[in-house]
């Protein structure tokens, strides 16, 4: 059955709710996006579409394929009943106020009407989840509060992400940090510390807790970027000690990439497209940790394997950032077989830990003795094809 896009209007906002209406998952789960509110309708659903199918649908059929495997099996006794058994799809949800002014409400939690202004706008989105009876579950992670999941959770059960003591895993970056940790360790970074390390985007929620590993494990050549950095206004500071690289709107700067070595990109994608990443010399590692790494379909892959003759090994963000995802899906079992019990954070950032290990491990070996890209073998692993994901 093809995708679907379901538009829902309220006085406040119109919202896009993109489904891939798999019949053989027990749901389809996707995050939540805003947009502005001059965004086209057309593009507001073609990115809702685009985030459906190559973000969410993506990193649940990685970890459907993890999962049948036996990755996770050792932990049987620890995890809640269904999960191992699981299959989820991909959905999505795109946000598009209607003035100006709401979405400057909808961008700052301090504003004195902000949750006036959120709480009708994901009533209208959870009655309709509702509607669904569970078939979609969304995590609500726009903006820069931490209790997006917990509104939502007012109104339908199926907000994922929602605060520990209700069940829930809290927020999704620190479990998708500890998915990038363990590439970074897969890969065999944590034996050569004394490599140079490039992390663009330290400021953020993943880029953050990356840096707090890179300082704690002492690393010893390690370089920062980010372009709060560069805002006088931000009062913002690298730590000591560490070489402060000039950051870009939209791309990476060449003093980041012509440092080689290793590369870690938590950042909102997009920028490798706007680069001269021709400047990275032979032999680099390139992590791309977030989900608009790679341009959408035929695209993509012409610049992944352009990237790959260059002498770059590129692993796409879809692998290296499902944490969030995966541990979504840990919640909503936990909150099934475990009502009332405080949800394990340790246990499910090991899960993250041991899922993206197998798939980095597998993905690598794939793409070394098939000659495909990274970004190509992990497609191939999760039977997708490279034209499925839209430009």
């Known amino acids: 059955m093809a995708n679907t896009i379901e538009k829902l209007d309220h ?44 973000e969410s649908a993506l990193k649940n059929q990685l970890i459907n394929a993890a999962l049948s495997k036996g990755v996770l099996n050792h932990y049987s006794d620890r995890l809640p009943g269904g999960f191992l058994d699981s299959k989820v799809g991909g959905a999505r949800c795109v946000i598009r106020p209607k003035h100006q002014d709401t979405a400057d409400i909808l961008v700052n939690p301090e504003h004195p009407d902000w949750d006036s202004t959120i709480s009708p706008i994901f009533k209208h989105i959870g009655e309709s989840l509702n509607q669904k009876q569970g078939k979609i579950k969304l995590t609500p992670d726009f903006g820069r509060f931490a209790g997006l999941a917990d509104t939502l959770n007012r109104f339908t059960p199926h907000s994922l992400g929602i605060n520990c003591d209700q069940g829930g895993c809290g927020g999704k970056s620190s479990y998708s940090a500890t998915g990038i940790i363990s590439a970074i360790e897969t890969l065999g970074f944590q034996q050569q510390k004394e490599d140079r390390v490039t992390l663009i985007g330290a400021v953020g929620a993943m880029g953050s807790d990356v ?24 009062g913002i500071v690298p730590p000591d000690n560490l070489l402060k690289l000039p950051s870009k709107q939209k791309a990476f700067t060449t003093d980041c990439l012509e440092r080689g070595g290793l590369i870690v990109a938590t950042t909102v994608g997009q920028e490798l497209e706007n680069s001269f990443w021709e400047t990275m010399p032979r032999g680099t590692t390139l992590l791309l940790a977030h989900n608009m790494a790679i341009p959408g379909g035929e695209a ?29 899906r840990v919640e909503w079992f936990w909150r099934q077989s475990n009502a009332g019990v405080p949800f394990d954070k340790p246990l499910a950032h090991l899960v993250v830990r041991d899922v993206v290990k197998f798939l980095v491990t597998e993905i690598k070996a794939l793409s070394a003795s098939s000659g495909l890209t990274p970004y190509e073998a992990m497609l191939r692993y999760a039977d997708r094809e490279a034209v499925t994901l839209l430009p």
């Open 300 to 328: 993509g892959t012409e610049l992944m394997q352009r990237v790959q003759q260059h002498g770059v090994f590129a692993l796409p963000g879809q692998v290296l950032t499902l944490g969030g995802a995966l541990t979504s």
């Open 11 to 54: 006085d406040l906002a119109e919202i896009f709710i993109a489904n891939d209406n798999n019949p053989t998952v027990n749901y389809s789960y996707g995050g939540t996006r805003m947009v502005t509110p001059d965004t086209q309708e057309s593009e507001a659903k073609q990115i809702c579409e685009r985030l459906m199918w190559s």
């Open 211 to 234: 840096l707090k590993y890179f300082l704690r494990e002492t690393y010893q050549n390690v370089a920062v970027c980010d372009l709060v950095y560069d805002d006088p206004n931000s």
